[in-house]
C-alpha cells in the first residue's frame, strides 16, 4: 500500500488537483489564490509544486493532495485515496473482498434488466407514451433520461426476473419486489411512468415511480437497499457533474423532483439535481458541497416549496457553499414553466437568484399583513443572518423605504440598524473563531538559524540533498530546538542514506509539522538561489559553532554526557569529509 501511495503522489500534480477548485496565478516558483477554507478577499493560500503541498497562510490550513481531497470533497482516507488512484492510474491492492465485490456486481446486474425490462414495456405501452406527450417529453429525452414503464400487472416483473434466474429474495432486497403471506413475490411498482436513479459513479442503484393520472401515492420510491441510501444520492448528478466542473463558479441548481431536473437540462440548465422525494439531508448537502462552489434552489412556488427552500437553506449553510433561492412564479415549477414559458424563463429564474436572507426577507413580508411590531421584530431576526454589513445595510433601506412612514424613516432606520448590530454581535465571537487566522503548525522557518534552514529548503535538488544529508542526520549540530527536532526525525527515517525521488513522493514520510516546516523554508526568497557552496558554507557555520560550544563545556568542566555527543558530531563530520 505505502508503494501505491506514493506512486499516486509521483503522477498526480498538485497544481492541476488544485486548479480543478481554485484559480491559481504562478508567483515566483509557486502558484497563489484565494484560500477556499475561509473567507479569503486577499490571495493567502499558494500551491508549493515541489513539495507538492498547498498552505494558507491566513488561516493555517495546510496539507498534500490526500489532504486537498479529503477537505474539499468531506471524505475520508480511504475515499480519497481510490479517488486519486483512479484519477492516477494506479490499480490499489487492497481492495473489497470478491464476495462482496460480486454480490454488488449481482445487485447492479439485476437492476440493470429491471430498467431493461422497464423501458421495453414502455414502447409497448401507448398510454404512457401519450402520458409524456402531454409532458412535452420527447423520444430524445426519454432515451436520455433511460424512462420506463411499469405495467399495471401485478407480477410481470417477478416472472421476468425469475425467468432471467435471479433469486427473486434478492430482488426483494433491491426494492424490486414483494413477497406475499402465501410465499409468492409481486411486482413493487405497478402502472408507473418509471425514473432510474444512477449514482455518481453512474451505477444504477434505484427506481422512482411516477403514477399516470391522479393516483396515491403520487411517487414511490425505492427504499434504501445494499447499493442504495437515499440520503446519499442525488437524482441527475451522475449527468450534471460534467456540466458543473466546467462553470466558474461551480454551480449546482437543486430542485424537488424527477420531472423538475429533467425540465431543467432541457432548458440547458444542466447543473441540475434532485433529492430524490426526500428531505434534504446533510449528507446530500455534503455531496453537494464535494462537488460545487455555488448551490441555487430551485424549488416549487407553492407554500410547501418555499418552507422545503427554508429547510435546504439551514442545512447547506454549514457547508459554506454560496446560495442562491431562484423565486418561481406563482403556481409553477421548472417543469410547468418550461412548457408554458420554454427555456429563457427557467435560465432567467436561476440567473435571478437572490441571497438566502433576501429571500427570507420578502417571507417575512408575505406572511405579515400588518407590520406591526411582530413583523418588524421578525425582519430584525432575519437582516441579522446578512453576510456582510453591505447586505445587511441594502435589506434595511428596503424594509425602511417600503414600510415605514417618511417622517420616521430615519428613527426606525436607526432604531433596526441598532437591533441588527446587537444581534449580530451576539454571534461575532463564534464567527472571529471561525475565521481567525490561528497558525496549525508548531515550527517555522523563523525559529531556525539561517544555516540550518539552509540545509533543509536544499531538500528538493537531489545533489544538494546529497552533499547536506550527513549534517542533516546529526541533531547536535543545530543550535535550535526546532532544528534538533527535525534532524531527530530525518535522521531516525532515513538513517544512512538520503532519500531517493522527487521530494513530493517521500515528503510525507516525515510528519506533518515537519512536511510544513520543510514547506516553509523551500518557498522561502531567502533560499531560492541554492547551489553546493551556499550549503557547504552553512555546515561550516553550524560546525564552528559547535566547536565553540565544546570548548565552552570543556572549560566548564561539566556535562561530559553531552560532550561526548559534540565531539561524536565532529568525529562524524570530519569522516564526511575526508570521504570526499
Known amino acids: ?66 489532504n486537498w481531497v479529503m477537505k474539499t470533497q468531506n471524505v475520508p482516507f480511504a475515499e480519497a485515496l481510490q479517488l486519486l488512484a483512479a484519477q492516477a492510474g494506479v490499480e490499489l491492492t487492497n481492495r473489497p473482498n470478491p464476495q ?48 420506463g414503464y411499469a405495467p399495471d400487472v401485478g407480477e410481470a416483473l417477478a416472472v421476468h426476473l425469475r425467468k432471467k434466474a435471479y433469486a427473486l429474495s434478492v430482488c426483494r432486497s433491491l426494492f424490486l419486489v414483494e413477497e406475499d403471506a402465501s410465499g409468492g413475490y409481486y411486482d413493487k411498482f405497478r402502472g408507473r411512468l418509471m425514473f432510474p436513479i444512477r449514482d455518481e459513479r453512474g451505477d444504477l442503484v434505484a427506481f422512482g415511480g411516477r403514477v ?98 427554508e429547510r435546504a437553506i439551514e442545512v447547506l449553510r454549514p457547508e459554506k457553499v454560496q446560495l442562491r433561492v431562484a423565486l418561481m412564479p406563482p403556481g409553477e415549477d421548472p417543469d410547468t414553466l418550461l412548457r408554458s414559458q420554454g427555456p429563457v424563463a427557467i435560465e432567467n ?17 408575505a406572511s405579515h399583513a400588518e407590520k406591526g411590531q411582530a413583523f418588524w421584530a421578525a425582519v430584525v431576526d432575519v437582516i441579522a443572518q446578512a453576510s456582510h454589513i453591505a447586505e445587511m445595510e441594502r435589506h434595511i433601506e428596503r424594509v425602511v423605504s417600503q414600510y415605514s412612514g417618511v417622517e420616521d424613516q430615519l428613527y426606525l432606520r436607526e432604531s433596526i440598524r441598532k437591533q441588527v448590530l446587537t444581534r449580530r454581535r451576539s454571534t461575532k465571537q463564534s464567527m472571529q473563531e471561525e475565521y481567525r487566522p490561528v497558525p496549525a503548525i508548531q ?22 540533498r546529497v552533499i547536506a544529508h550527513e549534517a542533516l542526520s546529526l541533531p547536535e549540530l543545530f543550535l535550535s530546538e526546532v532544528g534538533r527536532a527535525f534532524s ?22 516525515l510528519s506533518e509539522p515537519m512536511q510544513d516546516l520543510v514547506d516553509q523554508c523551500v518557498s522561502d526568497p531567502r533560499f531560492s538561489q541554492l547551489d553546493e557552496r551556499f550549503v557547504k558554507d552553512s555546515v561550516g557555520k553550524l560546525e564552528k559553532e559547535l566547536q565553540k560550544r565544546r570548548l ?29
Request: with cysteine; hydrophobic share 35%; aromatic share 8%.
Open 552 to 580: 565552552q563545556f570543556i572549560k566548564k568542566g561539566a556535562d561530559s554526557d553531552r560532550l561526548k555527543q559534540i565531539e561524536q558530531t565532529l568525529r562524524k563530520l570530519k569522516g564526511e569529509r575526508d570521504s570526499n
Open 443 to 464: 515550527f517555522t522557518v523563523s525559529a531556525l538559524q539561517p544555516a540550518e534552514a539552509t540545509l533543509i529548503a536544499c531538500l528538493p535538488t537531489r545533489h544538494l
Open 349 to 365: 429564474a436561476v440567473k435571478g437568484a437572490t441571497l438566502p436572507t433576501e429571500f427570507k426577507l420578502d417571507q417575512v413580508i
Open 1 to 66: 500500500m505505502a508503494g501505491e501511495i506514493e506512486e499516486i503522489r509521483a503522477r498526480i500534480n498538485i497544481v492541476d488537483l488544485v486548479s480543478q477548485r481554485v484559480q491559481l496565478k504562478k508567483t515566483g516558483k509557486n502558484y497563489q489564490g484565494l484560500c477556499p477554507f475561509h473567507d479569503d478577499k486577499r490571495p493567502s493560500f499558494t500551491v508549493n509544486p515541489v513539495v507538492g503541498r498547498y498552505r494558507c497562510w491566513s488561516c493555517g490550513e495546510t496539507g498534500d493532495i490526500f
Open 100 to 147: 462482496e465485490r460480486s454480490e454488488r456486481a449481482l445487485h447492479l446486474e439485476i437492476m440493470e434488466e429491471a430498467l431493461k425490462f422497464f423501458r421495453e414495456q414502455l414502447s409497448k405501452s401507448s398510454t404512457a407514451q401519450d402520458y409524456l406527450t402531454r409532458r412535452g417529453i420527447d423520444e430524445s429525452t426519454i432515451a436520455e433520461w433511460e424512462l
Open 212 to 309: 399516470l393520472g391522479d393516483g396515491v401515492p403520487k411517487y414511490i420510491n425505492s427504499s434504501d437497499t445494499p447499493v442504495y441510501r437515499k440520503s446519499r444520492v442525488l437524482y441527475g448528478l451522475n449527468r450534471a457533474l460534467g456540466h458543473i466542473s466546467r462553470m466558474k463558479p461551480r454551480q449546482a441548481v437543486l430542485c424537488e423532483g424527477y420531472l423538475d431536473v429533467i425540465a431543467c437540462h432541457r432548458a440547458g440548465v444542466k447543473g441540475a439535481v434532485a433529492s430524490l422525494g426526500t428531505a434534504l439531508s446533510e449528507d446530500h448537502a455534503k455531496l453537494l458541497a464535494r462537488w460545487s462552489d455555488e448551490v441555487v434552489i430551485l424549488y416549487d412556488a407553492d407554500a410547501a416549496g418555499q418552507k422545503a427552500a
Open 488 to 509: 531527530g526525525e530525518y535522521a531516525r527515517i532515513f538513517e544512512d542514506n538520503p532519500p531517493e525521488g522527487e521530494i513530493s513522493v517521500w515528503l510525507s514520510r
